[in-house]
């Protein structure tokens, strides 16, 4: 008895090894990190780079419309990875989906920096293998992410 479980318990265990070994060498947070270094570079090329690293599983995003959003980034934003959740399974829609919990401080014309807590999730291409990001935010379940944000980072009227 206990040999047959110890056999299942390797089986898992190699199971959720085998699927964790799926994942690309670059983890998302890296990709995160890349992306907002490429926005504060602006340019051209560096910009369709950035734009490279979005996903399209919910359709492209119109290149015009990025780029008016990247205009509104403040260079000297700072982003600080909090907390990189990878998935154990896929959601519900098939995917592999991870979460990159960040804290952005942005300039402020009051001094202090404006701080502010998001997350970021990112979806595995299986194709390419890599992260892409989730520009147009089709993978965060509001409800569930807002009961689980600290409170600092809600708004409480």
Known sequence: MAASLA???????CTKKEE???FPETPPDQV???????????????LREAHQLLTDKFGPVDPDSFRKWVQEF??????????????EKKSKNGYFIAKVMMEIQTPSLFGQPFVNHSQMNLILDEKT??????FLAETIEYEEDFKAAPAEARVVE
């Open 74 to 87: 403040e260079k000297d934003t700072q982003i600080r990875i909090l907390e990189t959740k990878l998935p």
């Open 32 to 46: 995160v990190l890349k992306f907002f270094s490429l926005l504060a570079q602006g340019g051209k090329l560096t």
């Open 7 to 13: 056999l299942v318990l390797a089986v898992a265990a």
């Open 129 to 134: 293998n890599e992260w892409k990001i989730d």
């Open 20 to 22: 964790k070994s799926k």
